[in-house]
């Protein structure tokens, strides 16, 4: 199949080319070229005429809670204080100790159709349910499967209820990588665990050598906001990434998401053992976390990516927050200029997921791309194409989506999804949640 658009985006943040395309073989890319070239040279080809489109590797959302959508309006009485306060007097208790597994299914599948709608191929998702294990990523992926989106789930294992309950989370993970691992399909697990303020030493220790043991990364929430660093220093006598390196465990295996209040020290701890990073410029505001050392960290070399945190799922508008959001703190307009953000969006976030061959659209890659309409009210052109994209398009815009080779949204619609049915199902989860609550 050719798709011959107005414009490509093959290596994201380079220079995109005009009235060229790709021939996709399979689930990969094949070819790229000239639409000319690559008509004459695969003349017996099926054609996508995508004239005033942009054909751009598919996002990734780096870091999700897919849970997320069911707090969306819940009854509150009265605004957490501080970062400490929004866990501990609301998220915790009113929305993931309240999650069953009909509540996750039915919110992952709300938050696959947004994604999918929004331009996402790939995503990392983080579940903290701890009433809803064993078994919960198991239902998340059969959702996820059928969606088919390429995601990596994780349970994001805590002690903060028991030590057994901690036990089981990591188990939970253990498992689910192995049996993705042996289905080698679409979806696939990560190791998790929650913080250093919900988990001690021992069970962090050992969330990493279950992850070594099976060649994966271990994912946790870091410095969020001044609560942890702050814990660290109170009951360790050092902050955070300070006592993961004291632990052992730095390194190119961990992927800590957040990463908002860091000190120098802990900026030159990630760079010099090759740390992910995901930065969440959006919810950072809405928790009141700070904003995060991102363009250093981009800057510097680090592996960063781009996630909603389950929070506004407009991956446009978490483009934009990380367009935006660095300028005004860091009085300078040229920071985090569009082409850095286009590519945090795609090959970042898959660079930073370790996911192989995703996130550009070169012979070879993953077929994993999305169509979006490019008849912006002044003309395109190689030096403002990634302002017209991040700055003002929408969800509304993205045309086609497909992963892997498979269509999954054509002209603007998510195939084989009944909206207003699903729309029923996240009201019924929702309204259980809130009832717990109120
Ligand atoms: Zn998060």
Same mark, same amino acid.
């Given at each position: 199949?050719?798709?011959?658009?107005?414009?490509?985006?093959?290596?994201?943040?380079?220079?995109?080319?005009?009235?060229?395309?790709?021939?996709?073989?399979?689930?990969?890319?094949?070819?790229?070229?000239?639409?000319?070239?690559?008509? !004459?040279?695969?003349?017996?080809?099926?054609?996508?005429?995508?004239?005033?489109?942009?054909?751009?590797?598919?996002?990734?959302?780096?870091?999700?809670?897919?849970?997320?959508?069911?707090?969306?309006?819940?009854?509150?009485?009265?605004?957490?204080?501080?970062?400490?306060?929004?866990?501990?007097?609301?998220?915790?208790?009113?929305?993931?100790? !309240?999650?069953?597994?009909?509540?996750? !299914?039915?919110?992952?599948?709300?938050?696959?159709?947004?994604?999918?709608?929004?331009?996402?191929?790939?995503?990392?998702?983080?579940?903290?349910?701890?009433?809803?294990?064993?078994?919960?990523?198991?239902?998340?992926?059969?959702?996820?499967?059928?969606?088919?989106?390429?995601?990596?789930?994780?349970?994001?294992?805590?002690?903060?209820?028991?030590?057994?309950?901690?036990?089981?989370?990591?188990?939970?993970?253990?498992?689910?990588?192995?049996?993705?691992?042996?289905?080698?399909?679409?979806?696939?697990?990560?190791?998790?665990?929650?913080?250093?303020?919900?988990c001690s030493d021992g069970f962090i220790r050992q969330a990493f050598e279950l992850a070594a043991e099976r060649n994966g990364l271990t994912h946790m929430h870091c410095n969020e906001g001044v609560h942890e660093p702050n814990y660290a220093q109170e009951h360790f006598g050092q902050r955070t990434l300070q006592y993961y390196d004291a632990l052992g465990v730095t390194g190119p295996g961990m992927l800590a998401s957040q990463c908002v209040q860091l000190s120098p020290e802990e900026q030159k701890i990630i760079i010099r053992h090759n740390i992910r990073v995901t930065h969440m410029p959006l919810s950072n505001c809405e928790v009141g976390g700070g904003i995060a050392p991102a363009p250093e960290l981009a800057n510097a070399g680090?592996?960063?990516?781009?996630?909603?945190?389950?929070?506004?799922?407009?991956?446009?508008?978490?483009?934009?927050?990380?367009?935006?959001?660095?300028?005004?703190?860091?009085?300078?307009?040229?920071?985090?200029?569009?082409?850095?953000?286009?590519?945090?969006?795609?090959?970042?976030?898959?660079?930073?997921?370790?996911?192989?061959?995703?996130?550009?659209? +070169?012979?070879?890659?993953?077929?994993?791309?999305?169509?979006?309409?490019?008849?912006?009210?002044?003309?395109?052109?190689?030096?403002?194409?990634?302002? +017209?994209?991040?700055?003002?398009?929408?969800?509304?815009?993205?045309?086609?989506?497909?992963?892997?080779?498979?269509?999954?949204?054509?002209?603007?619609?998510?195939?084989?999804?009944?909206?207003?049915?699903?729309?029923?199902?996240?009201?019924?989860?929702?309204?259980?949640?809130?009832?717990?609550?109120?």
């Amino acid at each position: 199949m050719l798709i011959l658009p107005s414009w490509l985006i093959s290596l994201p943040g380079q220079p995109p080319q005009e009235n060229w395309g790709v021939r996709v073989l399979d689930d990969v890319i094949d070819a790229v070229g000239p639409n000319d070239d690559l008509r !004459a040279q695969f003349p017996a080809d099926e054609i996508i005429d995508a004239a005033g489109q942009v054909l751009a590797p598919g996002f990734v959302n780096a870091h999700t809670h897919l849970y997320g959508v069911l707090a969306h309006g819940i009854p509150f009485n009265k605004a957490p204080a501080d970062f400490w306060g929004f866990l501990a007097d609301f998220w915790w208790p009113l929305v993931e100790d !309240a999650l069953d597994q009909e509540m996750i !299914a039915a919110a992952t599948d709300w938050g696959c159709v947004e994604m999918l709608r929004s331009g996402v191929t790939s995503f990392y998702d983080c579940l903290e349910a701890p009433h809803a294990i064993p078994d919960a990523l198991f239902v998340q992926k059969e959702v996820v499967e059928r969606r088919g989106l390429r995601g990596i789930l994780s349970f994001e294992a805590t002690e903060r209820v028991s030590q057994a309950n901690g036990r089981l989370g990591l188990q939970e993970n253990a498992r689910f990588i192995d049996v993705c691992q042996q289905e080698g399909g679409l979806v696939q697990g990560m190791m998790c665990f929650h913080t250093t303020f919900t988990c001690s030493d021992g069970f962090i220790r050992q969330a990493f050598e279950l992850a070594a043991e099976r060649n994966g990364l271990t994912h946790m929430h870091c410095n969020e906001g001044v609560h942890e660093p702050n814990y660290a220093q109170e009951h360790f006598g050092q902050r955070t990434l300070q006592y993961y390196d004291a632990l052992g465990v730095t390194g190119p295996g961990m992927l800590a998401s957040q990463c908002v209040q860091l000190s120098p020290e802990e900026q030159k701890i990630i760079i010099r053992h090759n740390i992910r990073v995901t930065h969440m410029p959006l919810s950072n505001c809405e928790v009141g976390g700070g904003i995060a050392p991102a363009p250093e960290l981009a800057n510097a070399g680090v592996r960063l990516g781009l996630g909603s945190d389950g929070y506004i799922n407009d991956f446009f508008e978490v483009m934009r927050g990380a367009f935006l959001i660095h300028k005004a703190h860091r009085l300078d307009p040229q920071i985090m200029p569009a082409h850095q953000v286009f590519y945090l969006a795609t090959e970042g976030g898959a660079r930073a997921l370790g996911l192989k061959r995703v996130g550009r659209l +070169q012979p070879g890659w993953t077929a994993d791309l999305q169509l979006i309409d490019a008849h912006f009210p002044t003309p395109a052109a190689a030096h403002n194409l990634y302002d +017209q994209l991040t700055l003002w398009r929408n969800h509304t815009h993205v045309r086609d989506v497909m992963v892997a080779g498979d269509w999954r949204v054509r002209a603007g619609v998510v195939l084989d999804v009944d909206a207003s049915a699903l729309r029923a199902r996240v009201h019924d989860a929702a309204l259980r949640m809130w009832a717990q609550a109120r």
